[in-house]
């Protein structure tokens, strides 16, 4: 198969407008429904790299996300763009960029994915306006965003040639079922961007942390559950200033990435977001659910 770098870019701009974010195994691969299309990040990817000949709908039938990209890419034939001496990359239009530690696949941090439209900017299906209908796919300054998300580890990567139909050696894939199957079935990515309420705020072992009963295990306690206040932010008021009732976000930085640890006789995943200052556990169908 063949990829063609320009019918990639038109057709990932052609969904401006038209894309609502969602990471739900049902809906992540261009699932039309409510008067929109969903997708999630690697999933519009995927799609673009199918719609511009890189590869056929067998993707669909195995797992696929931010961290399976670097296989697929190079068994298209595609390979990593070399960074230049000051560590910047000469992108170009059709390009394709992987964020996250190990090409995406390493827990904790930050996992991106989306299409280069140009040196220096980037097309991708994100949560940039909040998961708001009808808005994830959007075309932004590359460098601007990398820093919203972080400055997380990055690489691009660029059609060579020489690919052949994708025939991964990832086994086919029954569906999920369970919220801990589903998130191990995308890699472990996570997004979690909607509107939370902070029911109480109390400092133990010298961090300031809140608790949220729409995220957290029951039953509850500070030292497993509790989430701390900087990795949060107060929506209404638009500072860190957080108090019992607040209506918060997690911070940009903080909103994405890959779970680290799962305990399934709990039904919780963790999440290390602060690295150093412990795994905070959370009820894996609330965490899964939640927008």
Known sequence: MAYNAQVAVNTARSFVGGVTYSMDWDKRDGLEANGTQYFDCSGFVYFILNAAGAIDQSYLERSHYTGTLKQ????????EVQKNADGSVDAQAGDIYIWGTDYGKAAGGACHTGIMTGN???????????????????????????GLDGNPEWHIFRYMGGGSEITPSRPLQPKPNGAIEKFKALGGEFLLGGQLTVQAVETHHVIVQARIDELTAEPFNWDDNGIPLDVLYNDEAKTNDIVAGSKVRFKQSY?????????????????????GNGVVWFDADKFYNHP
């Open 72 to 79: 697929d890419l190079e068994a298209a034939g595609f390979k």
């Open 120 to 146: 220096d900017t980037e097309i991708s299906s994100c949560f940039y306006y909040l998961g708001a209908p009808n808005t994830a796919v959007v075309e932004l300054d590359y460098d601007m965003y990398l």
């Open 255 to 275: 909103n994405n990435g890959v779970i680290d640890e799962y305990d399934v006789k709990d039904n919780a995943v963790g999440i290390d977001f602060t690295d």
